[in-house]
């Protein structure tokens, strides 16, 4: 049996996930419109190569990758692009973004799919093929795969597929592994294939039995020399980096990649996908979400990219004293200020709040220096200085210790006593952060600008100082010349 490490902190939390695993995954229907934001993954938002009033395939791309990170959109059905332009969509930013309105047609036609033997193609042309299917972490980064794995002359030794599913409530990655755990494991066998890993090994909870059941049996059947590996349920043990440590013992170094310890993992979802990508030439359309909480029926359904999230959630029936909606986990979710917004590649849950489910918290009270939140940090900081340094906007010591390198797990504010929102601070004290080194940025560009310009004044002032100069010289020496001549002539 594999030795399993430890990494630092940790919480127990409930899990609240049993409410969504008791049926099977639902197909969601498909809604008379879809809205597909281009910009549904970390980097540059993809170009809209469609316009309003063209026909589209299910599965035709609509938004190119525009920059180094970016990644493909496809129409998520057959239909008619009625409208382009902004929508809101679910976004810490709070900001809409630029959409395609899809109404459409029920006929759920096909464009042409083209399959491929990833055997008989380099890692390159792979990277490519995932990039223009819109393949991106699952897990709810949305980081684009092919940038992941795109690992140039470093060597993956390891090969991890993250099935960790930390958060309480959420429960989409636990019903894929029961129910297609066989394509799963192919998709991770192709992954392997383009880092060259030695090793593959998928780490999950202990408390997803049957998942863990389900995929060493598709392992066993594929005859791959993968290792399910079942780690303690500790929050936030689906963390990259404490992953990682809990099944390799490596640490990623502060402000290094995976890759430079040797390692990349991948969600399994991700792995799924690519499995789709490849093997059916399916780009990515549709994903798994847990709909969950203040519910009649909690479930996980598989719906479309671009579906509206107001719709999703009444198929579970919403109970009349709900009061809020967060997408993701309760941890590190997004409350939704307004469920009008559609399901995207980031959407592994929704949970409908009430109060009973998550009570308002008490008034936050003044730090007492108990040091529990540094004792829970998976990062090893120290939460109450950085509290302490956010909130009094001494940024340059928010940053020396180690601000960025807090994952926003949020297990510090979950222990705390005096109900402080430490991640708040966090989040706010990064993004001053942030706003600043963008505003010092373009200062320096204005600066460099100013400058340049002002080198230029004064060279041409020079350059034209020596012209007349020299045309004076010249002058002058015309001028005695003549004088010379007149004197010889006499
Ligand atoms: S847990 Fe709360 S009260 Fe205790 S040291 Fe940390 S911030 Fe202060
Ligand atoms: S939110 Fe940040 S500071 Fe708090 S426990 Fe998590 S990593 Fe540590």
Redesign the pocket.
Known sequence: MMKLHHFHGGIHLPDHKSQSTQSVIAQAPLFSQLIIPFHQHAGETAKPIVQVGDHVLKGQLIGMPDGFISSAVHASTSGTITAIGLHPVAHHSGLPNLCATLIPDGQEQWCQREPVDYHSLSPEELQQLLRMAGIVGLGGATFPSDIKLRIGKQKVNTLILNAAECEPYITCDDMLMRERAVEIVQGAEMLRFIVDAEQVLIGIEDNKPEAIVAMRQAVAKSGASFEVVAIPSIYPGGSAKQLIRVLTGLEVPSGKLPTDVGVQSFNVATSYSVYRALAHGEPLLSRIVTVTGNVQQAKNYEALIGTPMNELVELSETLPDSNGYIMGGPMMGLPLPDIHVPVVKATNCVIIASKKIFPPPPPALP????????EVCPAELQ??DL?WFAKSRDFGKAQAFSLFDCIECGA?SY????H?P?VQYYRFAKSEIHSREKEKKAADIARERHEFRQHRIEREKLEKAEKLAARAKAAQALKSAKADNAELNK
């Open positions: 730090c007492i220096r108990c040091t529990r939140c540094v939460p109450q509290y510090c222990v705390c006593p005096s402080i430490l």
